[in-house]
């Protein structure tokens, strides 16, 4: 559909999270010289302009260690356009309260927040490319507490099971599962929003997607005045203009809610041609957007924030592999087509 989503990297986040604290990496406002584990050299952006913690043992971050060892010193730094951004963490199935917890440690020994993107829904994406989710809402709801028991009091900004709502209104999501799938989502939002320093963004579609009239009122069913306020253009191209006035128009009818935009892969706007159905799949000649900020064009947008981690595939689309997995061909194509 029009926001299928790639999902998340195999590699165990808490795993992840112990190596980043053994580590030490890098938590200085002043860029310090510490190096990460895959020896990429990736530091915080400024605390003032971005807040978003920077992975620096990502998948992009080993890319640019492994073209440095290799001498190709040219495709590293435009690989590490990726790496040193902030792009969300995807929280997986199997260890929700382990990855929350490194995650949010992680980020707030480097004085940051985690960005977390939770997307775990029964009978998530309609059997699309990243089909899949819980069994069911009991166990949904035992992996929604997994991970704000592993998130805690520390400083964690989540973006709300892409899709979901969407999926609602546009006929995916057969209807007897629609009363269920609004519970799951309010209670989400309810556990999350008890947390201390927790802020949640309910994913709303995207600019290319009907019209606001249609999704305001799933919206609120889904607890949207409860939450931070909501996300569009998640793992998508639309661009950041169109994306502000689809949130916007939206915005209005959700009691002046503001949104974040997944600037991620935008930059040269959604791909016109192929299949019509396939056009989010891994499309050619896309480029980064802007790069991740709470310093932006609107006093509604809250941050542009690249929620889809650019150079990871869509699904087994265009040559690509599995939803979710790095793709350094497409990472560097990404890259060279955008602007310094």
């Not at 199935?93 to 707030?108: I, K, L, M, W, Y």
């Not at 704000?148 to 995916?172: N, Q």
């Amino acid at each position: 559909m029009y926001g299928s989503r790639g999902g998340r990297r195999g590699a165990s986040a808490v795993v992840l999270g112990a190596a980043l604290l053994i580590a030490g990496c890098s938590s200085s406002d002043d860029g310090g010289d510490e190096r990460d584990g895959a020896g990429a050299g990736i530091t915080q952006q400024p605390k003032e302009v971005d807040p978003f913690w920077v992975n620096p043992e990502g998948n992009a971050a080993q890319q640019v260690a492994a073209y440095e060892k290799a001498g190709k010193d040219s495709d590293a730094e435009q690989i590490r356009k990726i790496a040193e951004q902030p792009t969300g963490e995807w929280i997986g199935p199997e260890n929700p309260e382990e990855e929350a917890r490194g995650f949010t440690e992680a980020a707030d020994k480097a004085g940051r927040t985690a960005l977390l993107v939770l997307y775990n829904i029964p009978r998530r994406d309609c059997g699309q490319y990243s089909q899949g989710g819980a069994a069911d809402g009991n166990a949904y709801r035992a992996w929604i507490d997994g991970v704000a028991k592993g998130i805690g009091d520390r400083s964690a900004t989540v973006v709300l099971e892409p899709d979901a709502v969407l999926h609602l209104v546009d006929g995916c999501t057969p209807d007897e599962f629609h009363e269920e799938r609004y519970d799951l989502l309010k209670g989400a939002i309810e556990k999350l929003k008890s947390l201390k320093n927790t802020k949640v963004y309910l994913d709303a579609g995207n600019a290319g997607w009907g019209n606001p009239d249609q999704i305001f009122e799933p919206l609120r069913r889904a607890g949207i005045d409860q939450a931070d306020g909501f996300s569009v253009n998640v793992s998508n191209f639309y661009t950041t203009e169109e994306s502000i006035q689809y949130g916007k128009n939206l915005s209005a009818k959700v009691g002046n809610k503001p949104f974040v935009i997944d600037t991620s892969r935008n930059g040269n706007g959604p791909y016109a041609e192929g299949d019509p159905g396939e056009r989010w799949c891994n499309p050619p000649g896309r480029a980064l957007g802007e790069t991740p900020t709470t310093k932006t064009a609107d006093p509604l947008v809250d941050a542009y924030v690249w929620v889809k981690r650019p150079g990871e595939s869509d699904g087994e689309c265009k040559g690509g592999p599995k939803a979710g997995q790095w793709w350094p061909d497409y990472a560097l194509k990404l890259a060279k087509a955008s602007t310094p």
